[in-house]
T-cell receptor
Framework: SAVISQKPSRDICQRGTSLTIQCQVDSQVTMMFWYRQQPGQSLTLIATANQGSEATYESGFVIDKFPISRPNLTFSTLTVSNMSPEDSSIYLC???????????FGPGTRLLVL | DAKTTQPTSMDCAEGRAANLPCNHSTISGNEYVYWYRQIHSQGPQYIIHGLKNNETNEMASLIITEDRKSSTLILPHATLRDTAVYYCIVNLDSGYALNFGKGTSLLVTP
């Protein structure tokens, strides 16, 4: 199974600023995903990040607000730009596992925007 | 992707079997049923998945009806650590991102 770490684990930010979240995997993976989980809600997919290509964003999420980088097969970053209190959420990355149907999730980054 | 319907919450006594139902009446022939759970303050954890046959692993059993319109996740001997939100997801394969619904909040009580 893949081991995924995220940095930071939590942060408190001021509105108007930006935060970059890092996702590190202990093995090479093709597909990585970024999710958002708003307080008391389920997970919502933000985008899919494949190495060597532009990220694919879901409806309601745009690159200017959530730019993603995928420089290699073990690392990705998600930036939350020009933050507002509505961006307060848990942000999670995940990877598709080698076993069919499996995805492994990071522990999440808890963001509070004041 | 087919949608799923799950009860909002369930209780289970510690040591008893927890049976979590899921309806997916619009599932197509090549879609799998996946179960994940999310323990408080953690990322989701894969539990089990199946296509049409019943499946069992070290964590749970998955029973899929013959018409594949519903399934049940069984935790045979629930413990307090099984308290979590359980998500039933229908998806093609691991190459696609998961569409999480609201899930079932399972509370295991002493």
């Amino acid at each position: 199974s893949a081991v995924i770490s995220q940095k930071p684990s939590r942060d408190i930010c001021q509105r108007g600023t930006s935060l970059t979240i890092q996702c590190q995997v202990d093995s090479q993976v093709t597909m990585m995903f970024w999710y958002r989980q708003q307080p008391g809600q389920s997970l919502t997919l933000i985008a899919t990040a494949n190495q060597g290509s532009e990220a694919t964003y879901e409806s309601g999420f745009v690159i200017d607000k959530f730019p993603i980088s995928r420089p290699n097969l073990t690392f990705s970053t998600l930036t939350v730009s020009n933050m507002s209190p509505e961006d307060s959420s848990i942000y999670l990355c995940s990877v598709a596992g080698t076993r069919k149907g499996t995805q492994y999730f990071g522990p999440g980054t808890r963001l509070l925007v004041l | 992707d087919a949608k799923t319907t799950q009860p909002t919450s369930m209780d289970c006594a510690e040591g008893r079997a927890a049976n979590l139902p899921c309806n997916h009446s619009t599932i197509s022939g090549n879609e799998y049923v996946y179960w994940y759970r999310q323990i408080h303050s953690q990322g989701p954890q894969y539990i089990i998945h199946g296509l049409k046959n019943n499946e069992t692993n070290e964590m749970a059993s998955l029973i899929i009806t013959e018409d594949r319109k519903s399934s049940t996740l069984i935790l045979p001997h629930a413990t307090l650590r099984d308290t979590a939100v359980y998500y039933c997801i229908v998806n093609l394969d691991s190459g696609y991102a998961l569409n999480f619904g609201k899930g079932t909040s399972l509370l295991v009580t002493p």
